[in-house]
């Protein structure tokens, strides 16, 4: 006696058509797209809004009263605003006092660290060609050690009034006898110089380009203040 | 207590103690010792987590007829990521310093097997309402293994918690445990309480079946 | 010292009895070690005391309260704890605190031997593991070096500190030879660190001293005198091949060998029996990857010293070394494993 074996199977278990599974994982995706596009958008003024934030304060700080500042690049070979909106590869800060002054330029550097890139803005005066402040926005340098390029404020301070001719120099702590030098900390030699190096770096890509003194970007009437980032 | 409720409980208490992601399931290894250098990283990681693993949970519990078989992984993925997505600008938007703390690891929480595998074992062959309970188990201990081992390396590594200081100035900070080896030694050395006291229990328990075998 | 002790032995005769045991190899390191060390209370003084003491007491303590009742007077006798935690002294600055050098004792026991399952099983040389943890625990405090020309009789604060608080030493700090070579480009003359009146680490210091250590060992045979020879012969070829090619930038190989811990670790932490290569062969490519990596992290690397990270480097090697190095069985061909 043959028995016959059923080939019917129960709905559920039957192989569904490839359509079905392109449709569900189309639909997923669907409504994934369209949840992460909402929460984009609920969120990216207020994102935009605080990095616009964070970097005003920076340049705050390094910069002394300064209370307005714009964005500036080249565009046709001339340093000049950014237009809102648009972006350049290079760009540097002016940062001006409440009676639309010019002060000085916050450029942003970066270079190796002692364990990953150090970013950072300094402000520069070009008036008296002197750094006048230093604040490092991103870096993985040891707890303990290598952050005290920013958590130091005698490391700090060495940035406030520093002329940079011919370069700025990094000497042992205590052996400081030249205006353009800069006491390294004790223990984090590395990140000291790694911090300075930057600066020189950084001054070698930007100062030759400046515009003369006198001739720098005004800054637009006060209602318009930037806030781009 | 109805039955219900008991079983609520029990899929809710499990992820806590019995079957831990981090201390017994040792899951979810990459967050763990990557942003535990701080309490308040833990906690906002954690928290992180679970909304992901609770919103997943739902989804999935509520969604397993119509998505078949063959292409569950891949819809499970969608789900998650959709969730990690979500977190990842709120976070931004919230809490910026939190936010650059956490960095990368906040897209990783996709990564996260615990979540992945909470869907799969559990959320896709469960009711909504016992996927809900169970996922807010399992984050919430994973949240708690977070904060002890945050906790412990923040206390140790900077002498404070929740950026509080707590020994005043005059504390030497254990640089090493706000390194990643700190994560590494302090969760090896949390495995191996957890193990000990579990294995301790389980003499015990095995000391008191014998008694009353030979007892009766 | 490789295997776990068989419970039954079968072996052919004849059997020769060997005097050495554990605590006689024990016994001899530490002799060898004493003339060091008592460089070390000449050149730092009472600080010396002080370190040495604090690291021996918590590698020591740590080692009775996790031997088992029925092992801790066997584990205490065999002296490995005692000469661990004196290696561990010997690699720490003398202005370090008395805590953080108890600690390091701690650890190195610890976390460098007990949790492996005691001596024999470690993967990592204890004493190391020790001085690794606290250099990254406490970078600062290991890193300054006080001066060593002070009065035997010189109580340093720091040595001092309460437990976990440090207070930063202003003055009367000096830059080890290799950091000054590092750092300022300044070499040290030979015959300082020959003699040992640089400053550096408790036990580092004498090269002239280390080496006589080594060679009572050599004559115990107590020691694979492959190992330092390799170390060295590599890092004297190492260092000269590069002098050829700056040698305004990179050290003298003299200096390279006598500077730092290097005699210290290649004599008495790379030759620990547990953690380095068994076959012949193996101690030769052992002791060559150490010397390498030496030079390779002190030239290139951001520290100016690199022996305690190329012996755990090496350590941790050391049984895929083992592996590819035994010799054939006789009568067996090559690949044949059984």
Redesign the interface.
């Known amino acids: 006696m043959t028995e016959v074996i059923t080939t019917d199977r129960p709905e559920a278990d039957q192989d569904p058509s490839p359509a079905r599974l392109i449709v569900t994982l189309a639909l997923a995706g669907l409504i994934s797209g369209v949840a992460i596009v909402g929460i984009f958008e609920a969120t990216f003024s207020t994102i935009a809004e605080n990095k616009a934030r964070e970097l005003r304060e920076a340049v705050f700080k390094v910069l002394p009263s300064v209370t307005q500042m714009q964005e500036l690049a080249y565009l046709n070979d001339q340093l000049m605003p950014l237009p809102q909106g648009e972006s350049a590869e290079k760009t540097i800060y002016a940062g001006y006092t409440e009676e639309a002054k010019f002060v000085g330029y916050a450029i942003p550097g970066e270079g190796p660290g002692f364990q990953d890139t150090i970013k950072l803005l300094y402000g520069y005066m070009p008036a008296d060609r002197k750094v006048v402040g230093m604040e490092v926005l991103e870096s993985r340098e040891t707890p303990g050690l290598g952050d005290k390029i920013y958590k130091d404020a005698v490391f700090v301070g060495n940035f406030s009034d520093l002329p940079i001719d011919p370069v700025i120099e990094v000497v042992k702590k205590g052996r400081r006898d030249s205006d353009n030098q800069v006491d390294a900390i004790t223990g984090a030699t590395i990140s000291s110089r790694a911090v300075v190096r930057i600066i020189n770096e950084t001054n070698e890509i930007w100062l030759d380009n400046l515009p003369a003194a006198g001739s720098e970007p005004e800054m637009p009437a006060k209602s318009d203040e930037v806030a781009h980032d | 207590m109805t039955e219900s409720e008991n079983r609520d409980y029990n899929e809710f208490i499990k992820g806590i103690w019995r079957d831990n992601p981090v201390f017994v399931q040792v899951l979810g290894m990459c967050p763990m010792l990557a942003v535990t250098n701080s309490a308040i990283n833990a906690i906002a990681m954690g928290g992180a987590t679970l909304f992901v693993l609770v919103g997943s949970s739902f989804l999935v519990a509520a969604f397993k007829k119509l998505i078949p078989k063959q292409v569950r992984i891949s819809c499970f993925i969608i789900i998650i990521a959709t969730f990690v997505t979500v977190a990842d600008y709120t976070l931004l938007a919230l809490v910026p310093g939190v936010h650059k703390e956490l960095g990368a690891f906040i897209p990783l929480i996709v990564a996260n097997c615990m979540i992945l595998g909470r869907q799969e074992a559990f959320a896709s062959k469960n009711t909504v309402r016992l996927s809900v309970m169970d996922a807010l188990g399992m984050s919430t201990g994973f949240v708690i293994a977070l904060f002890t081992l945050g906790a412990v390396r923040e206390i140790l590594g900077a002498g404070s918690l929740f950026g509080i200081s707590l020994f005043g100035a005059a504390w030497e900070p254990w640089v090493i445990m706000i390194l990643p080896p700190g994560g590494f030694l302090t969760l090896g050395l949390i495995l191996l309480v957890f193990n000990w006291m579990t294995h301790r229990k389980q003499m015990f328990m095995e000391k008191v079946a014998e008694a009353q075998r030979s007892g009766s | 010292m490789k295997q776990r002790d068989p419970e039954l032995l079968l072996q052919h005769a004849p059997f020769l009895r060997q005097g050495m045991t554990t605590p006689t190899a024990m016994g001899d390191v530490l002799i060898a070690l004493t003339p060091a060390t008592l460089a070390g209370l000449w050149y730092f003084g009472i600080s010396a005391v002080l370190v040495i003491g604090a690291s021996i007491a918590g590698a020591v303590l740590t080692e009775i309260s996790f031997s088992g009742t029925e092992r801790r007077g066997e584990s205490l006798l065999d002296g490995s704890g005692l000469l661990t935690g004196l290696l561990l002294g010997l690699t720490l600055p003398p202005g370090l605190p008395m805590w953080m050098a108890f600690l390091g004792g701690v650890i190195a026991l610890g976390?460098g031997k007990v949790?492996w399952g005691g001596l024999g099983n470690n993967l990592f040389n204890p004493a190391l593991v020790g001085r690794a943890?606290l250099l990254?625990?406490?970078?600062?405090?290991m890193?300054?070096w006080t001066t060593p020309d002070e009065a035997f009789w010189t109580f340093r604060a720091t040595n001092f500190?309460?437990p976990?608080?440090?207070t930063e030493i202003d003055g009367l700090t000096a830059a080890t030879p290799l950091g000054l070579m590092k750092?300022d480009q300044q070499a040290t003359p030979l015959s300082n660190l020959f003699m040992g009146s640089t400053s550096g680490s408790l036990g580092e210091t004498s090269g002239l001293l280390l080496i006589l250590g080594g060679i009572y060992l050599y004559f115990r045979r107590d020691l694979d005198w492959r190992i330092p020879v390799s170390i060295l012969l590599t890092v004297l070829v190492f260092s000269a091949i590069l002098g050829l090619f700056d040698s305004e930038r990179f050290p003298a190989p003299l200096f390279s060998v006598f500077s730092g811990g290097l005699l210290l670790g290649a004599i008495y932490m790379a030759t620990d029996p547990v953690t380095s290569p068994t076959t012949p062969v193996g101690t030769w490519i052992f002791g060559i990857g150490i010397g390498l990596l030496i030079v390779l992290i002190r030239v290139f690397g951001?520290m100016p010293e690199g022996v305690m990270y190329a012996i755990l480097l090496m350590n941790a090697a050391t049984p895929l070394i083992d592996r590819f190095t035994q010799p054939r069985v006789f009568g067996h061909l090559r690949g044949d494993n059984d």
Request: no cysteine.
């Open positions: 976390l949790i943890f990254a625990t406490f970078p600062i405090a890193t300054t500190d309460i976990f608080t440090y750092f951001g």
